[in-house]
């Protein structure tokens, strides 16, 4: 497996490219704003896309998708819960005060929790972690997870945005993320990698500094 992370746009958001380079196919994960930029790393990855894996719908992690979508036919993976965020990314826009957004294309797959994506001989298990958004998602398998701004270096994603919970998140990481091997590399929405390990030990928002009641 080889994960190349790219971060671009104004939020500085991590993309990553998922490559099986034995079966010559990767999956795209968070499309974020400079689409050009994931294209071209696509490009000299030299693998085929064949999917477009969302891991919530957030606007910093979505800004690609059309242009993504239109020049890979690669298909688009989203939690239901997220379409309501999805489907007025327009609005997110406005509110962020960027430039008018398109509506993006329609998700062809729903995110079912519980179940096995692949990329050529690559297998992730859909783990669904809301608290950041109604419909956010873990993509766990191969020694990695992929987080979305579920669990970062040292911190947690942000929970005042609309459909954020402190508690549930909280919940979704010890329910769903702490339960994997310490040795598995952590691969966040933003920032560095980490590793679980690191994590259960050492992050503020995990060691009963903010107890859930």
């Not at 096995?116 to 972690?129: I, K, N, P, S, W």
């Not at 997870?145 to 954020?164: A, H, K, M, N």
């Not at 769903?176 to 030990?201: A, C, K, N, W």
Request: glycine share 12%; aromatic share 6%; hydrophobic share 40%.
């Amino acid at each position: 497996m080889k994960i190349v992370q790219i971060a671009n746009g104004a939020f500085l958001e991590n993309c990553y490219l998922v490559v099986d380079e034995t079966a010559g196919e990767c999956a795209i994960v968070d499309p974020g704003e400079e689409a050009g930029l994931i294209l071209h790393k696509v490009e000299q990855a030299g693998a085929r896309p064949v999917a477009i894996w969302i891991t919530h719908a957030h606007i910093d992690h979505v800004l690609g998708v059309s242009r993504v979508r239109a020049e890979t036919g690669a298909p688009i993976f989203l939690h239901p819960a997220d379409r309501p965020l999805y489907d007025h990314v327009p609005e997110q826009a406005a509110a962020f005060g960027l430039p008018p957004v398109e509506r993006l294309p329609a998700p062809d797959r729903s995110w079912t929790p519980g179940e096995t994506v692949r990329v050529g001989a690559l297998a992730f298990d859909v783990r669904h972690t809301p608290g950041h958004s109604p419909g956010s998602v873990s993509l766990a398998g191969e020694g990695a997870v992929f987080s979305g701004d579920v669990l970062f270096q040292g911190s947690i994603g942000r929970t005042d945005l609309p459909g954020g919970d402190l508690e549930t998140l909280i919940g979704s990481i010890e329910r769903e993320l702490l339960v994997l091997p310490d040795s598995t590399i952590v691969y966040s929405g933003h920032g560095p990698t980490t590793t679980i390990g690191v994590e259960r030990r050492s992050n503020p928002f995990l060691s009963g500094a903010f107890p859930v009641a």
